[in-house]
């Protein structure tokens, strides 16, 4: 049964970074893609990184690009997303996605985690 838990989320002032983590399990990570969505209150889930299976290709939404940086380890069976100078409409709750291919399209994943609150301060 394939289990996708994210941690690290907290409270961060504007400005401010903050590492988060999802850690895999129950089938082989290196083989599956991997992607970062987000859902702030009162709004539609939306795509923010992906990563491919092996980490040469990335992908962000507009809004992150140059701020989130999303890397995977795959010894660990864990990826990360790094995230700095956040500002407060990043916050939100962040959830990992594991599929075939990555994608800004939640449909091309198989599985979910359960999120993590991220919440910035103004």
């Known amino acids: 049964q394939v289990q996708l838990v994210e941690s690290g989320g907290g409270l961060v002032q504007t400005g401010g970074s903050l590492r988060i983590s999802c850690a895999a399990s129950g089938r082989t990570f290196s083989s599956y893609a991997m992607g970062w969505f987000r859902q702030a209150p009162g709004k539609e889930r939306e795509f923010v990184a992906a990563i491919s299976w092996s980490g040469g290709s990335t992908y962000y939404t507009a809004s992150v690009k140059g701020r989130f940086t999303i890397s995977r380890d795959n010894a660990k069976n864990t990826v990360y997303l790094q995230m700095n100078n956040l500002q407060p409409e990043d916050t939100a709750v962040y959830y990992c996605?594991?599929?075939?291919?990555?994608?800004?399209?939640?449909?091309?994943?198989?599985?979910w985690g359960q999120g993590t609150q991220v919440t910035v301060s103004s």
């Open positions: 996605l594991q599929g075939d291919h990555p994608s800004d399209s939640t449909d091309e994943y198989d599985y």
